[in-house]
């Protein structure tokens, strides 16, 4: 399994129209994309102007393919409430306890 974060830094003030923003659109796109297992979003109880998004996936290459998708145009509709542009970082899922991932592992 693969993952993928992103760190957002709303204007101030609009941190929390940001996070709904993400929640409601995201997800709803994401549900909609080849290998996609899981959506995070996050945020810090001291800062509410930052928003963490962590997506899971099968494969990289299925985390790719969105990144070189669809995530443009979420990425757009989100650049009116940002403040600086987004932080990406990537990574291999080495473990999870997650049920989403426990049921995937189980229908192998």
Known sequence: MFANM?????????GKELTK????RSVTVLKQQPGFVEAIVLTPETEQDQVVGISIWN????????MQGQSQQL??????????????RSFNVEGTKTEVA?????SR
């Open 102 to 106: 426990s049921a995937r592992a189980a």
């Open 75 to 88: 990425l757009e509709s989100y650049k009116p409430l940002l403040q600086a542009e987004p932080t990406f």
């Open 59 to 66: 494969s990289k290459s299925d985390a790719d393919g969105f």
């Open 21 to 24: 923003r993400m929640t409601e």
């Open 6 to 14: 992103i760190q957002l830094a709303a204007k101030q003030g609009r």
